[in-house]
């Protein structure tokens, strides 16, 4: 399998790729994301680490949007070492 984690958020960009970001519901638990071709059939790029330090499986949820800078924000329902779940949000630069 390519890509291991859910759901997915499909997002695509001005220079005609794909970001799909999801959950990694596996230790280390976290958000994951990579960047795809037009066609999303292309995985060979590197997996993007947004963040590694869940507490277990319950997170994900991810939706990205492109802000008017270039860069993507990154939203996600998160349960991280505080404790506390919550909604968090990573920024990517371009």
Do not use: N, Q
């Amino acid at each position: 399998r390519p890509v291991i984690g859910h759901p997915y958020h499909p997002l695509p960009l001005p220079d005609g790729g794909v970001l799909l970001v999801y959950g990694y519901r596996h230790a280390p638990f976290g958000i994951r994301a990579r960047v795809l071709d037009d066609e999303c059939t292309d995985f060979a790029g590197p997996e993007i680490i947004l963040r590694e330090d869940g507490l277990g499986g319950d997170l994900g949820y991810p939706w990205s949007t492109l802000l008017p800078d270039g860069r993507v924000l990154v939203t996600y329902y998160f349960y991280g070492g505080d404790g506390i779940r919550h909604i968090a949000g990573t920024v990517l630069a371009p």
